[in-house]
């Protein structure tokens, strides 16, 4: 699939975005850091297991910068007492005449409208998001490795325009020091920087973090040219890793490497 297939291909369907291992994304990165055997596992089995706390975030995410499709792909299950006899049969009665619709609790939903609505009070969130850019963005790239080797590589950006990158995170704890712990542990600064490299023109990257919790608690955080160093370093010794190991067929679950830790 050619760079320009795989475009329109990723912007018209959601599905084949996230299913696609042609095209390298940050999260299949974090799979490659994992193990490469999970990668190739993920990529031979197409498993992709949607936890609640994933759920959440992606009806956060198109609450937020696609309204129209939280509407038309999310409902808000109501709160039945599984334990129950009647409790099973009402909740197995409302999940089979939802279709393909994807759920919410009735309490997450309420935190999700006061995520929204805290958010939509914030003027420097409204002035982010509305300076003349695009939400949820699919961009596919080519990484050159080496001279005999292009990577091909592809984001889907929450916001993007001429100057910045934005990218929306729910969180447990937003305050600074913690904030930083989840961009080590999930990779974010490793996506800021992958994000960033792919455009032509130098952009600068946000995050907005916000609390999933009373009071819902939030802030915007600038990434920092060292903080995209970092992850910069990190994304590309993993793609070097993709190239070895998958591209090169060079992984042997039989002959596991020593690590130190």
Same mark, same amino acid.
């Given at each position: 699939?050619?760079?320009?297939?795989?475009q329109?291909?990723f912007?018209?369907?959601?599905?084949a975005?996230?299913?696609?291992?042609?095209?390298?994304?940050?999260?299949?990165?974090?799979l490659?850091?994992?193990?490469?055997?999970?990668?190739?596992?993920? $990529?031979?089995?197409g498993?992709?297991?949607?936890?609640?706390?994933?759920?959440?975030?992606?009806?956060?995410?198109?609450?937020?910068?696609?309204?129209? /499709?939280?509407?038309?792909?999310?409902?808000?299950?109501?709160n039945?007492?599984?334990?129950?006899?009647?409790?099973?049969?009402?909740?197995?009665?409302?999940?089979?005449?939802?279709?393909? $619709?994807?759920?919410?609790?009735?309490?997450?939903?309420?935190?999700?409208?006061?995520?929204?609505?805290?958010?939509?009070?914030?003027?420097?969130?409204?002035?982010?998001?509305?300076?003349?850019?695009?939400?949820?963005?699919?961009?596919?790239?080519?990484?050159?490795?080496?001279?005999?080797?292009?990577?091909?590589?592809?984001? /889907?950006?929450?916001?993007?325009?001429?100057?910045?990158? &934005?990218?929306?995170k729910?969180?447990?704890?937003?305050?600074?020091?913690?904030?930083?712990?989840?961009?080590? $542990?999930?990779?974010?600064?490793?996506?800021a920087?992958?994000?960033?490299?792919?455009?032509?023109?130098?952009?600068?990257?946000y995050?907005?973090?916000?609390? $999933?919790?009373?009071?819902?608690?939030?802030?915007?955080?600038k990434?920092?040219?060292?903080?995209?160093?970092?992850?910069?370093?990190?994304y590309?010794?993993?793609?070097?890793?993709?190239?070895?190991?998958?591209?090169?067929?060079?992984?042997? &679950?039989?002959?596991?490497?020593?690590?130190?830790?």
């Amino acid at each position: 699939m050619t760079k320009k297939e795989a475009q329109e291909k990723f912007v018209s369907d959601d599905n084949a975005y996230y299913s696609d291992f042609e095209y390298v994304t940050n999260s299949q990165l974090g799979l490659i850091k994992k193990g490469p055997e999970v990668y190739i596992h993920r $990529k031979e089995t197409g498993e992709f297991p949607m936890t609640q706390p994933m759920m959440f975030g992606d009806a956060f995410h198109k609450m937020i910068l696609e309204p129209d /499709k939280f509407e038309k792909e999310f409902i808000i299950r109501p709160n039945l007492d599984k334990r129950t006899k009647i409790g099973k049969a009402e909740y197995e009665e409302f999940m089979s005449s939802i279709g393909d $619709k994807k759920t919410v609790t009735s309490f997450e939903a309420h935190d999700l409208f006061l995520m929204r609505d805290k958010l939509s009070a914030d003027n420097t969130v409204f002035t982010l998001l509305n300076s003349g850019g695009k939400n949820e963005v699919v961009d596919v790239w080519e990484h050159q490795l080496n001279e005999n080797l292009t990577i091909g590589c592809k984001g /889907k950006f929450d916001h993007l325009n001429d100057h910045y990158i &934005i990218d929306l995170k729910t969180t447990r704890d937003c305050s600074p020091d913690a904030f930083r712990e989840s961009c080590e $542990k999930y990779g974010y600064f490793r996506q800021a920087a992958f994000y960033v490299d792919s455009q032509p023109e130098k952009k600068d990257f946000y995050f907005i973090a916000i609390e $999933k919790k009373a009071p819902y608690f939030h802030r915007i955080y600038k990434v920092s040219e060292e903080s995209l160093e970092r992850g910069r370093e990190e994304y590309k010794l993993l793609l070097y890793l993709y190239a070895k190991y998958v591209v090169a067929s060079g992984y042997d &679950i039989h002959n596991t490497d020593i690590c130190s830790i």
